[in-house]
């Protein structure tokens, strides 16, 4: 190929790559699989590294270029990025709105409603097109260059989408952690021992202001553009306008805006986003609203550090102090010691909240949390609170610094520590039975139904089971002494607990409380070993073949399965009449997705979309575009498109990703 060709080839193969990605994080709607967007890339490198000389900044490639930097340089913003005034709550929106309408003229009522992002400012400089530099937000003037790191994301366009950019623009908008990431990321750390990240936006900052640019790239960031400076060059008269634009360069957007007439509409979107508030799958601290006609924001004007034609509505924090009344040490079912803090009762959200997580002693050592502490408390969706640390400066001497037990608080047997963790070695303890029991009768195991934990309490506190195959040996007399039973639920119980006794090797698997072992793992060994036979007399190098099964894992099942007790209880099951049935006998059921047209919108965390469309086929199902009424179900992902809202408009079944990847399993839902 000669030069001119190569570089009309190299030009055509970066279009390709920018649109695709451009479907894929952007729209949600990628038009290729993964596969084929990697050989993409890998032809765009393969060509640029024999030819180094035709490697641009906007290339693809080049999102992480460049190694380690020892500092931020700064970053002088070309027009200062504001701050904004905050209203508490509805009387003080509409005390805005009266100052907007006092100062300007009583036609200014139309406002933008924008969630507010709880995440990092940004401005994102493009110079012909191409994007430059980016920079955090610093004090509003001055802030760091994070150009490199900037690069690494992907909703990030590295060139306009347009043939005739403008000499400049500077696009302005947040960096934000998804609530999925941000797990994940700290399930992670807490595996390696590291310190935990207290939110999304610590994490995300954190992120961004990494000298080395790959630890960027490792951590899944996004970016929304929610302003441009500088607009009515543009041809643009309004913030919303202004929204709509910055799509067709490249952007991304918060889709859940609105534009609302008059201030009474606004306090109904604020109302309504506030109640939806946790199902973004981002966090959000309340709604930006600003006056939507930019010449009328020009001549409200702005004060020292805010502009008058925008405010802020806040939420209620999820954060709140008390006082760390106690330290109570849990035992779970592999024998591990949590602590887990009691507070002075708090209302945080509107939710009254008196137990927290302190996750272990190390952690509570790093935050040098002490009993009798004031402390900083976070309740943020579904997840457990937690403590996030003291508050020093309220001490008064007479906290107490606390220690784990040597012994264990339910049974008194000693403690063990293993690596950060403390366990009870006492498998008969009464704590660990009761959590085992718990375990092996849930739905995902033994399935044992109308076996709760208050029948399991009292079956291991009043008829000393000490085994998970002491159930299999319970009688009528025996149920006869727990309270609640009578002759038909006890007949009902044992009817439940025989059917039981068949049971899948994956379930059984599941069932046996190996530490480590959740459901997916357990259907991959019982999908590599086929027997229990086979399972138990593993060694590790097998076991450490098994794709997706690490060391820890593998030490785990090892440690489990070298363990008289554990083959014990075992062959106990197996002789009370535990039947495992193989392979071959569990019945052939018509594949889950057999003949359904089944349609993605959102980001999975899980898998690809191209991954998730090859799984739907292998069970019988037809991945499609759009949603009709013919569409049978929408898996919904994180950051969902309009798909859903028609979706759920011509009420067709909704599947979000842990239900979907439950079915892929064959557990039904
Ligand atoms: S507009 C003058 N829009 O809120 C207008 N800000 O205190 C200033 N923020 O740090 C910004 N979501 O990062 C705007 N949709 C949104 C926003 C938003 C979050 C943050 C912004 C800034 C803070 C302003």
């Known amino acids: 190929m000669g030069e001119g060709n190569l570089k009309k080839h190299i030009k055509k193969l970066k279009h390709s790559i920018e649109y695709h990605n451009y479907r894929y994080y952007i729209l949600d709607a990628p038009e290729i699989s993964d596969g084929e967007y990697d050989q993409l890339m890998r032809e765009l490198i393969q060509i640029e590294k024999e030819h180094p000389e035709l490697i641009t900044p906007d290339s693809p490639t080049q999102r992480v270029g460049g190694g380690p930097l020892k500092e931020f340089p700064s970053m002088i913003h070309r027009i200062p990025l504001l701050s904004l005034d905050n209203a508490m709550d509805t009387q003080e929106l509409r005390e805005f709105h009266q100052r907007v309408i006092r100062q300007g003229r009583k036609d200014i009522t139309v406002y933008c409603c924008e969630p507010k992002f709880d995440g990092l400012a940004v401005e994102l400089v493009y110079e012909n097109g191409i994007f430059t530099r980016g920079g955090t937000r610093g004090d509003g003037t001055t ?28 696009v302005r908008g947040e960096v934000v952690m998804y609530k999925s990431e941000f797990k994940r990321l700290n399930n992670k750390r807490a595996q390696r021992g590291e310190a935990l990240f207290a939110n999304p936006r610590n994490s995300a900052a954190g992120s961004l202001r990494q ?3 790959t630890i960027t790239a490792s951590r899944s960031l996004m970016f929304f553009a929610y302003a441009i400076s500088e607009p009515l060059p543009f041809g643009i008269e309004t913030q919303s306008q202004a929204l709509k634009m910055l799509p067709l360069f490249g952007f991304k957007v ?129 997840v457990i609170p937690e403590v996030l640390g003291p508050i020093k400066s309220r001490r008064t001497g007479d906290e ?23 366990r009870c070695i006492n498998m008969t303890c009464p704590a660990i039975v009761k959590e085992r029991v718990y375990h092996f009768a849930s739905k995902d195991a033994f399935d044992i139904d109308g076996l709760g934990k208050r029948t399991i309490d009292q079956m291991v506190n009043i008829l000393h089971i000490k085994h998970i195959s002491d159930l299999y040996r319970l009688r009528y007399e025996d149920l006869m002494k727990l309270d609640g039973f ?16 068949d049971i899948s090797l994956e379930r059984f698997i599941y069932a046996l409380g190996i530490g480590h072992v959740g459901q997916s793992i357990a259907q991959d060994l019982a999908d590599y070993f086929k027997t229990l036979e086979n399972f138990l007399s593993a060694d590790y190098d097998k076991l450490i073949a098994i794709p997706g099964i690490g060391h820890e894992v593998a030490d785990s099942i090892k440690v489990f399965c070298k363990n008289k007790e554990n083959l014990k209880v075992i062959d106990d099951l197996i002789s009370m009449g535990v039947r495992i049935k193989s392979r071959e006998t569990q019945e052939k059921k018509e594949p889950v997705f ?21 799984e739907v086929e292998a069970l019988g199902g037809h991945v499609v575009e759009s949603v009709s009424r013919q569409l049978d179900c929408l898996v919904v992902g994180d950051a969902p498109g309009s798909k859903l809202k028609k979706a759920e408009a011509l009420g067709i079944k909704i599947l979000d990703e842990d239900a979907f990847l439950r079915l892929l399993k064959g557990v039904n839902i």
Not at 145 to 155: E, W
Not at 400 to 422: R, Y
Not at 601 to 610: E, I, W
């Open 254 to 382: 918060n889709p859940d805006v609105k534009v609302c007439k008059g201030i009474e509409e606004v306090i109904d979107f604020v109302a309504y986003v506030e109640k939806r508030r946790e199902e973004f799958p981002y966090e959000i601290d309340g709604v930006v609203v600003k006056v939507d006609s930019i010449r009328y924001q020009e001549m409200l004007g702005t004060k020292a550090r805010a502009p008058r034609w925008a405010i802020a509505y806040k939420f209620p924090p999820t954060q709140a102090t008390t006082t760390l009344k106690h330290i109570h040490v849990q035992v779970g079912r592999t024998g591990v010691l949590t602590p887990v803090a009691i507070l002075e009762p708090v209302k945080i959200g509107g939710v009254t909240v008196s137990r927290a997580t302190l996750h272990n002693e190390d952690e509570i050592k790093r935050k040098d949390i002490r009993i009798g502490d004031a402390v900083l408390v976070q309740r943020a969706g579904d």
């Open 594 to 614: 057999s003949n359904k047209k089944v349609c993605f919108t959102g980001t999975l965390n899980a898998m690809s979309r191209s991954q998730a469309k090859i």
């Open 143 to 170: 802030g760091e260059d994070v150009t490199q790191n900037l690069k690494t994301i992907k909703s990030i366009p590295l060139r306009l989408m347009t043939d005739i950019p403008p000499d400049l623009l500077e």
């Open 211 to 213: 000298l080395d640019p």
């Open 486 to 501: 009578a002759d038909q639920s006890i007949k009902n119980l044992l009817a439940s607990i025989e059917r039981s006794k």
């Open 400 to 422: 107490e610094i606390f220690s784990m037990p040597d012994k264990c608080p339910e049974c008194g047997s000693n403690v063990v520590k293993d690596g950060a963790l403390f």
